[in-house]
């Protein structure tokens, strides 16, 4: 089991950034793939980063060159460096550790992109 907890969402204008932060209760090292999801309003979940035990990153194709995976395996924490926000980048961010073919979810940060 692992607790995860997200932080630094918030209201930003459009061009603006933010760095998410998801805080791991136990050692992520052993944790194949940490990923960032979110949610807009009315709209489904949809992955946006993905980060494996290697390195390793992946992007939804609408955050490519804007946002970037990272994860400190001393500190247990991923990260989301997000630039050049849109008001469509708008949602609740989520992390997820998939362990053992399970997926483990924080309670999500709000990201709001308004001028």
């Known amino acids: 089991q692992v607790q995860l907890v997200e932080s630094g969402g918030g209201l930003v204008q459009p061009g603006g950034s933010l760095r998410l932060s998801c805080a791991s209760s136990r050692s992520i090292i052993s944790i194949n793939y940490m990923d960032w999801y979110r949610q807009a309003p009315g709209k489904g979940r949809e992955l946006v980063a993905t980060i494996t035990s290697g390195g390793s990153t992946n992007y939804a194709d609408s955050v490519k060159g804007r946002f970037t995976i990272s994860r400190d395996n001393v500190k247990d924490t991923v990260y989301l460096q997000m630039n050049s926000l849109k008001p469509e980048d708008t949602a609740t961010y989520l992390c997820?550790?998939?362990?053992?073919?399970?997926?483990?979810w924080g309670k999500g940060t709000l990201v709001n992109v308004s001028s």
């Open positions: 997820c550790a998939r362990i053992n073919f399970s997926y483990h």
